[in-house]
């Protein structure tokens, strides 16, 4: 059984930045697609960005040129860096790991996720 745990998240101003990250154990890390998540109060759970095996990466458009998403196979380890953070990027972020490699922007088709960490931007 693969767990997640994110960490990383605060209370930040606007333009500041700050890494996420989300520790694996317990699979293959190496072989999962990844993605970041996050939910807003009274919102759906939305796609952030995703990674593959190979480092190959998405990125959903309001986060695109902002966000960084990366990994380390040896400390099995996904990253989350974001940076000119803006009001509306606050929200509960999740990583989330997928046995099929081939990433993908829904939520649906990934098999383990974290607990969350919370992210808040405000002045």
């Known amino acids: 059984q693969v767990q997640l745990v994110e960490s990383g998240g605060g209370s930040v101003q606007p333009g500041d930045s700050l890494r996420l990250s989300c520790a694996a154990s317990g699979g293959t890390f190496s072989r999962y697609s990844l993605g970041w998540f996050r939910q807003a109060p009274g919102k759906e759970r939305e796609f952030v960005a995703a990674?593959?095996?190979?480092?190959?990466?998405v990125y959903s458009n309001s986060v695109q040129g902002r966000f960084a998403i990366s990994r380390d196979n040896v400390k099995n380890t996904l990253y989350l860096q974001m940076n000119s953070l803006k009001p509306e990027d606050t929200a509960l972020y999740y990583c989330?790991?997928?046995?099929?490699?081939?990433?993908?922007?829904?939520?649906?088709?990934?098999?383990?996720w974290g607990r969350g960490t919370q992210v808040t931007v405000s002045s």
């Open positions: 989330a790991a997928r046995r099929l490699q081939l990433i993908t922007r829904s939520a649906a088709p990934y098999d383990y």
């Open positions: 990674i593959a095996w190979n480092s190959a990466s």
